[in-house]
């Protein structure tokens, strides 16, 4: 069984500044998914980003990039010029990517707050 | 549009009651998903269905029991042998060709009055 672990529970930036949520995972699989998701107040969710892991070229999306380090199994999300709209609850998730309609298995999430 | 949509977005229900939660996509997706989140906490796995007419129980199955009679349509119902359905449910939907990334719907809030 997989686990994914967030050891930040809360976390705060200032406005225009960058921050780095962590995640870390557990698995025997080779091939695999790695997602991070971001709620909102509206507590819809939202995909941030995707790596595959067996991709050695760490994912990026505008302002969001990610750190896949495949043998540590640690998968840490940057924000880069945070904006006061990136604050929300983040969520790190795995699956595996040999199974139709697998399971994500989800972190317990890191509540980001940007100051203004 | 393509999406999930789920109704109600909030729902009231007396004791002792069943009640179903909807949810349908038209992203021609084969596998859905039901979450319950509590406040400030992270999303635990009800049922999920990769086909049609089969289900898989998740991590929280007890009292809750669901359908998957049409590729679009997945309903949860919430019976009353669920001893604390007071959360806010999520529905997912996903592809094996889209990197089995989950769409998520808007969900619906459920208090148990």
């Known amino acids: 069984a997989q686990t994914v672990t967030q050891s930040q529970p809360e976390m705060s930036v200032q406005e225009a500044e960058t921050v780095t949520l962590s995640c870390t995972y557990d698995t025997s699989e080779n091939n695999y998914y790695l997602f991070w998701y971001k709620q909102p107040p509206s507590r819809q969710m939202i995909l941030v980003i995707r790596?595959?892991?067996?991709?050695?070229q760490n994912a990026t999306e505008n302002r969001f990039s990610v750190n896949f380090q495949k043998a540590a199994k640690s998968f840490s999300l940057k924000i880069s010029d945070s904006q006061l709209g990136d604050t929300a609850m983040y969520f790190c998730a795995f699956n595996p990517a040999e199974t139709s309609g697998s399971r994500l298995t989800f972190g317990e999430g890191t509540q980001l707050t940007v100051n203004p | 549009d393509g999406g999930i949509t789920q109704s109600p977005k909030y729902l009231f229900r007396k004791e002792g009651q069943n009640v179903t939660l909807s949810c349908e996509q038209n992203?021609?997706?084969?596998?859905m998903y039901w979450y319950r989140q509590d406040p400030g906490q992270g999303l635990r796995l009800i049922y999920y269905s990769q086909i049609v007419n089969d289900f898989q129980k998740g991590d929280i199955a007890e009292g809750y029991s669901v359908s998957r009679e049409k590729k679009e349509s997945f309903p949860l119902t919430v019976t009353s042998a669920q001893k604390n359905p007071t959360a806010f449910y999520l529905c997912a939907s996903s592809s094996a060709s889209s990197y089995n990334e989950q769409f998520f719907g808007p969900g619906t809030r459920l208090t148990v009055l």
């Open positions: 790596q595959e892991a067996y991709k050695q």
């Open positions: 992203l021609n997706h084969d596998a």
